[in-house]
């Protein structure tokens, strides 16, 4: 089987730098993606690494180790929209995501 | 573009009642996927399509959900008969390929509760 382990909750304060880890255990693998939620909205997608290494936009920034299972998401200069549910999600050889269960970051001023 | 579009937003029916969600995808996407959202499960993948065909279902809990995409613009996802325990937030998505770097674009949900 698969699953994918992230914190469930990361607090952290405003312009601060915060890590959201991922571990996982997949038969196969396609991908480590990351997506951002809003309270009472919906999934939007904020990264992507298929290869080891670090992916950066903007202020976000994700990095992948396939070689550990590992992945993490990092976020800087935080705002306080960011505080949303963040998840690691997989992607199989059949194109089906997986979502981990997230991690739910409250900014602080 | 619109983004991805459902109907309707929300939901409210008596248990035993047929319930039927709406979506249209974006527009040259190949691919729709819906899903379940709950606090218990988490957010998971109900069944897919690709080109209007349904590639993969594992993940429709019973014979009491049923899918089907007509045209590459319309998909809907059927409860007959709903009970209690289907309330949650269904989410269509849509993309524009099935690749790893293609991302999945989310319609703003329906929230369906079932009394």
């Known amino acids: 089987g698969q699953s994918l382990e992230q914190p469930s909750e990361v607090t952290a304060v405003e312009g601060a730098i915060v890590q959201i880890n991922c571990t996982y255990q997949t038969s196969g693998f396609y991908g480590l993606s990351w997506y951002q939620q809003h309270d009472g909205g919906a999934p939007t997608f904020l990264s992507y690494?298929?290869?080891?290494g670090l992916e950066e936009t903007g202020r976000f920034s994700s990095f992948l180790s396939r070689s550990d299972s590992y992945g993490y998401l990092l976020l800087q200069e935080l705002q306080m929209k960011d505080s949303a549910s963040y998840f690691c999600?997989?992607?199989?050889?059949?194109?089906?995501?997986?979502f981990g269960s997230g991690t739910r970051l409250l900014v602080r001023p | 573009d619109a983004g991805v579009i459902q109907s309707p937003r929300h939901e409210v029916t008596e248990m035993g009642q047929e319930v039927t969600l709406r979506c249209k995808p974006i527009s040259g996407h190949d691919y729709l996927f819906w899903y379940r959202q709950t606090m218990m499960r988490g957010l998971e993948l109900l069944i897919y399509f690709n080109n209007n065909v349904p590639i993969d279902d594992s993940g429709m809990p019973e014979d009491r959900f049923s899918a089907k995409m007509p045209n590459a613009s319309f998909s809907t996802l059927k409860i007959q008969p709903s009970e209690p325990r289907d309330s949650a937030v269904y989410f269509c998505a849509s993309s524009f390929s099935g690749g790893g770097t293609d991302t999945q674009y989310f319609g703003p949900g329906t929230r369906l509760t079932v009394l």
């Open positions: 999600v997989w992607m199989d050889s059949s194109y089906k995501l997986i």
């Open positions: 690494n298929g290869l080891d």
